[in-house]
């Protein structure tokens, strides 16, 4: 195991959005002492960073170069710790047994005011759930849906695959903000969402029952993690979520990762994520929507498709329109670092299994 901790001053502070700070610093120990760099703090972790004070950074990611955002992660404000929070219910502790785990009131807790609710609770009566590999896709999948359905209430349920704080996400916090998603629901490690529960099973169940969502989209926090090997991968889970839909009567609905621009050979139309994911770990029939863009790519990724479909329903769905409505997502469309120009397939094949969850919705 290798971390890699420096300390480091507070020169200033940039970006905020929900539940994070950006900042810059200075190093001020090892090799590369008075080099500068940027780092994120969680405030409700480790307090409000100001100019001048000494923070403690977990630089192991930015020193290997990985790492959705290219942070260094405030791991303590040794001078200027955070006042203990108030008494209160719950008892899911988060991040369990690392430095930074946290404890949380869960929606499926015993505390809770949804215990009852959900104690019990097995049916998801035919919701339709959007499940995504990459948490890029998640403004893409909205913006299909509300190309067809304005008013659908949608949910995101966050999984662990990725980031653990749901604040780490500037799409969550914009989407939010925008009105384009009514609630996060941060499920197993993941914390930080408008709700918790302990697992993907409850996650689902608190979308429906308790935010009311009449669309879920699930997908891991950002930064997916992958080996390039058949399993190595995080997105693998996206399988289970789909499983897990099924068996709590929803409507699984599989947003393919696609792409016509990834240098990978392996990313190229149709991601071996996907083909793994939904082809081999999802058993229970998922809908597979695919949109009908012109053109000898667009021919290649319908025929991978189809090879899908053994189990599952192969769903052509209309293109027309969804490239107009990816515009006017309120936060940036950004997926390994390309953007809608760079990357259309990507967008567009999300957006699609967006608009088809929204049609489920004119059949219920």
């Avoid at 016509?260 to 793994?276: F, Q």
Wanted: aromatic residues 4%; charged residues 15%; glycine residues 12%.
């Amino acid at each position: 195991m290798t971390i890699r901790w420096r300390s480091a001053t507070v020169d200033r502070l940039g970006a905020t959005w929900a539940g994070s700070v950006e900042l810059h610093a200075t190093l001020t120990s090892g090799p590369e002492a008075g080099t500068g760099v940027k780092a994120l703090a969680h405030p409700d972790l480790v307090g409000t960073p100001r100019p001048g004070d000494r923070v403690l950074l977990n630089v192991s990611a930015l020193a290997r170069g990985l790492g959705t955002g290219g942070y260094a992660l405030v791991v303590a404000l040794p001078d200027a710790l955070p006042e203990d929070p108030p008494p209160g219910p719950g008892h899911l502790v988060k991040a369990r047994y690392t430095p930074l785990q946290t404890m949380v009131l869960g929606a499926d807790d015993q505390e809770s005011a949804h215990h009852d609710l959900l104690a019990d609770a097995d049916d998801l009566a035919g919701t339709p759930v959007v499940v995504a590999d990459l948490h890029s896709a998640l403004p893409a999948v909205v913006a299909g849906i509300r190309a067809d359905a304005p008013g659908a209430r949608v949910a995101y349920v966050m999984t662990d695959g990725g980031a653990l704080p749901a604040a780490f996400s500037r799409a969550v916090s914009g989407l939010r903000e925008a009105g384009w998603i009514a609630a996060c629901v941060t499920t197993g490690q993941a914390f930080g969402g408008d709700l918790e529960t302990a697992t993907v099973h409850t996650g689902l169940l608190a979308a429906v029952l308790v935010t009311g969502a009449d669309v879920v989209v699930v997908a891991q926090g950002p930064g997916n993690l992958g080996t390039g090997s058949r399993w190595g991968f995080s997105g693998v889970a996206a399988g289970e979520a789909l499983n897990a839909a099924a068996v709590l009567g929803g409507r699984p609905v599989a947003a393919l990762r696609v792409s016509e621009a990834d240098a990978r050979p392996r990313h190229r139309g149709i991601s071996h994520h996907s083909l793994t994911a939904v082809g081999r770990v999802a058993l229970a029939p998922a809908d597979v929507p695919v949109p009908d863009t012109p053109g000898p790519f667009a021919d290649g990724v319908r025929e991978q498709a189809r090879s899908l479909c053994g189990r599952h329903r192969y769903v052509e769905v209309p293109a027309a329109g969804l490239e107009e409505a990816l515009a006017t997502s309120p936060v940036r469309l950004s997926t390994m670092g390309r953007g809608l120009e760079a990357d259309r397939a990507s967008f567009v094949a999300a957006a699609a299994a967006g608009r088809h969850a929204a049609a489920l919705l004119t059949r219920t």
